[in-house]
């Protein structure tokens, strides 16, 4: 799933991780209750078999911590590296706006002068060709 994340060209408005961290599984709570109340009898194997048990308790417990906690670091990690594509983007699109404004103002510029060059150039063939035809008439 996390890989959709990164590789996601179209964003949209819902982005789900998947899953549902508030959604606990496992039977310790049910194992919790069949221990809750002690049997009023007991013997030897029975005592074995709940140090057994007990053991096999404690070593699952440091598993899914380390299981956990590898984990844990693992999503930190991509989480991290999404935060930094999605900063990474952002600034990449407010580069792209100030570029386009500045081509904008290039462009607004450009026509500008274009347009002054025309005027002016127009005046000038409008003086020149009045004085033309005065020449000719003071040349007569």
Known sequence: MFLQLFTSNVPTRDQNLGGNPTRIVG?????IAN??????????????????IAG??????QLLSRLSRNQLAAAN???????????????????????????AKLHKGTLNHNLTLGETQANLGGYDGEFQRASEVVNF
């Open 27 to 31: 039977s310790e709570r049910r194992k």
């Open 35 to 52: 221990v809750s109340v002690l049997r009023t009898k007991t013997n030897p194997q029975e005592v074995v078999k709940s140090a057994r």
């Open 56 to 61: 096999q308790a404690e070593a699952e417990v």
């Open 77 to 103: 990690s991509w989480a991290k590296a999404f935060s930094t594509r999605v900063n990474h983007a952002s600034a990449m699109m407010r580069i792209k706006e100030s570029v386009q404004r500045d081509a």
